[in-house]
């Protein structure tokens, strides 16, 4: 029979893990910011914008790209708590209807608990 279960410490684990990483991309986001607003009069000597238009169409499509990634990184990570939330809210429910279940079971009927028994060293 295999179990599985959540560990909330590693999952905040992972999350600490996202948000160094995380400033990775922050920074990368930061800088195409910056690259963005700084003045590009210097590539249009003679009024040709050609190169000018060419290094905003670039830095457009870049600035896309890490705020792509940090959008659907910060989604992830939501789903990943709220999924964890859901589990561990899941598996105490479990743990004490299973508790109510044994004293009631005990108190009605005189159903002792699986534990009761087994044999002395196999608990």
Not at 68 to 79: E, K, P, Y
Not at 96 to 119: C, H, K, L
Request: hydrophobic residues 35%; charged residues 25%.
């Amino acid at each position: 029979m295999s179990t599985w279960g959540v560990d909330p410490d590693r999952v905040v684990g992972i999350l600490a893990g996202v948000d160094v990483e995380g400033e990775t991309l922050c920074r990368a986001f930061r800088d195409m910011d910056t690259l963005s607003s700084e003045s590009t009069s210097g590539l249009a000597p003679d009024g040709r914008t050609s190169v000018e238009s060419a290094w905003k169409d670039f830095l457009s499509e870049r600035h896309r790209v890490p705020g792509i990634l940090l959008r659907a990184l910060s989604r992830a990570a939501g789903s990943l708590t709220k999924a964890t939330d859901a589990v561990v809210t899941g598996d105490e429910q479990m743990a004490t209807t299973m508790r109510s279940t044994e004293v009631n079971a005990f108190e009605r009927w005189g159903i002792d608990s699986a534990d009761a028994y087994q044999a002395p060293g196999q608990r």
